[in-house]
């Protein structure tokens, strides 16, 4: 049975009672949770561990070694990959295009370059890495193909801005000109459906919309499968590939349906930010928390905390905040919302809440958080039984 909310808070506040807040938490129980409910939901094809949701090297090695579902890591910038292979982390795709002409050089000199491999969807990328690594190599290369989907002839486009390779000819144009160039070797292809993964189908309060998104999202699944199977075979035809990365947490079930596809690319669902909480297909527990002292109390039903102002990025809007969890019952205030340096709460709640308490929160995104402390205070039960850096605690800012 679950435990219901009064007995999540005592456990927490018991667990970190030793702690002065502000200060950031992984349940591991939960955490523990969501990543075998990642692995059932991949169905046995193997889960590439996008960095940028985890943004903590200790919780990085720990879920590689807990599982091998979960093979290799998705970093976000070439610094990074390269500091976490220097930590002895093996197998880095380079989710986004580097032109850190430094980190290419660095790359270029190492005896062991990690099994980095370098995201490119341009010429002028490729051109750009020669000139950096001055003939060294070979660089691991992966083409990103653009994966959103284009109704009405193209019209319309649906999906993130990403690549510009949207057809299996510009792929397999784009493979040829890095196999006929010896500083490169192609090694695998990456396409991010963000219009299935990222694009919750339960938007909360809006029916209609939801209605929409599922048939936008059914109807993308379609064409992308097979779009997806005929830029492989066309890059295939060009070099042999070692691996097909798709997909993110909100769309694991679907990518893992196509044939093509040899890994999915998830982090986010491991510690269950607020986003996720408009799917159908899926609900990840709450692993990833923050907790905020009250200091304040101007009203009768308003509880003031101590910072809280942790935005996630992407449009401005309410579902980028950070939303009190714990005590059940709180709200944000519509005219302050998360404050620099305070945040003010309302409801019912509030008003039995005592200058010095502490609240629970939930980022809306997943590794973010993670900016903004050094530490993560890693629970299992009732108890902290590690501490560890954050990347933010390891002096590390990649972006």
């Not at 561990?49 to 879920?63: F, G, P, Q, Y």
């Not at 938007?203 to 064409?223: F, I, K, Y």
Request: with cysteine; glycine share 10%.
């Amino acid at each position: 049975m679950a435990a219901s909310p009064e007995q999540q808070l005592a456990r927490l506040d018991r667990a970190t009672a030793a702690l002065d807040p502000p200060f950031a938490a992984v349940d591991l129980d939960a955490y523990g949770a969501n990543a075998r409910d990642l692995l059932r939901r991949a169905g046995g094809r193997p889960i590439r561990l996008a960095s940028k949701s985890i943004r903590c090297r200790a919780l990085l090695e720990r879920t590689l070694a807990s599982d091998p579902g979960f093979q290799g890591t998705l970093a976000f910038t070439l610094p990074e990959a390269l500091w976490l292979a220097d930590h002895g982390l093996r197998d880095l795709v380079v989710a986004y295009p580097t032109v850190d002409r430094a980190a290419l050089r660095a790359l270029a000199s190492r005896a062991d370059d990690g099994g980095i491999a370098l995201m490119v969807d341009d010429l002028a990328q490729l051109e750009l890495i020669e000139r950096a690594v001055g003939g060294a190599g070979p660089i691991r290369l992966c083409i990103d193909a653009d994966a959103g989907w284009r109704p009405l002839r193209g019209r319309i486009r649906i999906g993130a801005k990403r690549s510009p390779l949207h057809t299996p000819a510009q792929a397999a144009a784009l493979a040829r000109a890095i196999v006929a160039r010896p500083a490169f070797r192609l090694v695998g292809i990456m396409a991010y459906e963000s219009q299935i993964a990222g694009v919750g189908d339960r938007p909360p309060g809006n029916p209609l919309r939801g209605v929409a998104v599922r048939a936008m999202q059914r109807a993308s699944v379609r064409e992308l499968a097979q779009r997806r199977a005929a830029i492989v075979a066309a890059v295939e035809a060009v070099a042999p590939l070692e691996f097909v990365n798709g997909g993110g947490t909100g769309s694991i079930e679907t990518t893992a349906a196509e044939p093509a596809v040899t890994e999915i690319a998830a982090g986010s669902g491991l510690y269950g930010p607020t986003l996720f909480d408009a799917y159908t297909r899926f609900s990840p527990l709450p692993a990833a928390l923050f907790a905020l002292p009250v200091v304040r109390r101007p009203g009768r039903h308003v509880a003031t905390a101590l910072g809280g102002g942790y935005l996630a990025s992407g449009p401005a809007d309410r579902a980028r905040l950070p939303r009190p969890l714990l005590p059940a019952g709180l709200k944000l205030d519509s005219q302050e919302g998360a404050g620099e340096v305070q945040t003010p709460l309302l409801g019912a709640a509030a008003g039995s809440l005592r200058v010095g308490d502490r609240v629970w929160f939930r980022h809306a995104k997943a590794g973010e958080m993670c900016e903004r402390f050094a530490e993560l205070h890693l629970i299992e039960g009732e108890h902290v039984v590690e501490t560890v850096p954050t990347y933010r605690g390891e002096g590390q800012s990649f972006l």
